[in-house]
Structure formats: C-alpha cells, structure tokens
C-alpha cells in the first residue's frame, strides 16, 4: 500500500513537473528591450493615409506611412527618423518626452507627411560628448510621390490649413561662434 502511494505520489509529481516545462516562458529582460511602441498616430482627413511612430525604450526610431486604399503592408513607408530626445528630470532616470504636441502630422489636404527627425543613437553619443546641441530637423513626404525633403536646425513646424500650400518652421536660433 505504501509503495502504491508512493509510485502514485511520483507519477503526480512528475506530471507537474512536466506540465510546468511546457507553459510559457518568463519574459527576459532581453525580450522587455526588443519592444517597440506606436506612437503619435495619425490619419489623413480623406481616410487614405495613416502614419505612425514605432520606437523602442533605447535606440533609433522610425516612421511608417501606410496607404489604407490598398491595404497592403508590403507598401508602407518607413522612414528612420533617430533617437528621440528623452527629457532628464531632476533625479532618478530620464523619462522620455513626449516631444511637441505634433511633431508627425499629415496635411489637412492629404497629401503631404511633415515629421521630426532627430540624431541616431550614435551621433547623439557624439554630440553629447563634443558638447554640441543636438538638433531635429523637419521631414516631409510627398504621399503621390514618395519624395522626400528636409530642412535642417528645425524644432517645430505646422501646415498652413486646409490646403496645406505652406509649411510654418520654427528654427532654432543660430550657435554663438567661439571667438
């Protein structure tokens, strides 16, 4: 009787033990820096266009267009758009910045996608370190074409309305040059 409990006791356990290998995996802190959120999502007014931030807690980002007419993912846009500035707040680690109220927008006419670009990674280390400002610039994409146009020392911008002919950019003020 005592060898019958015991042979059923070690069956049970080794089912649990078995059952136990097989479930998921415990998240590794690899797997929590490999994700990527969206951010600053956008739809053009006709319904055509929807643009996005993806961007990961460390590293580069990137903007993806997607043409919702044709609905194939194969054909989205991506743009990579660097690091996006993290505000350092007094103690404790930097937090990240939520960045202009609209820093990706897509005109009111539907055919233009204005965004902030910033320094990668490694070119922010840099500029960190050689102690110079870094700067975003202002990227625009022409939806029929696909063309892209930047204009450089850019911290914000803003379509002109409806017909979205004019673009409105706020630069940056000039560096003082050393004597």
Sequence with gaps: MKYRALVVFSLFTSLLVV???TGPKPLQLADIIAWKRIQAPSISND???FAYRVSPAEGDSEVVIRNLKDG???NDLHFPIGELPRAEGPGGPPQFQAGPPRDLVISDDGKFVAFLGYPT???AKGLKNAKKPIQSKVIVID???GKKTEFE???RFAFS???STMLA???YSPTPVAP
Excluded: Q, Y
Aim: glycine letters at 12%.
């Design 19 to 21: 059952a136990d290998t």
């Design 47 to 49: 319904g055509l266009w």
């Design 72 to 74: 194939k993912n194969g």
């Design 121 to 123: 990674a490694k070119e």
């Design 143 to 145: 939806l029929a074409s």
């Design 153 to 155: 020392k850019i911290r």
């Design 161 to 163: 309305g409806e017909r």
């Design 169 to 171: 950019m706020h630069r």
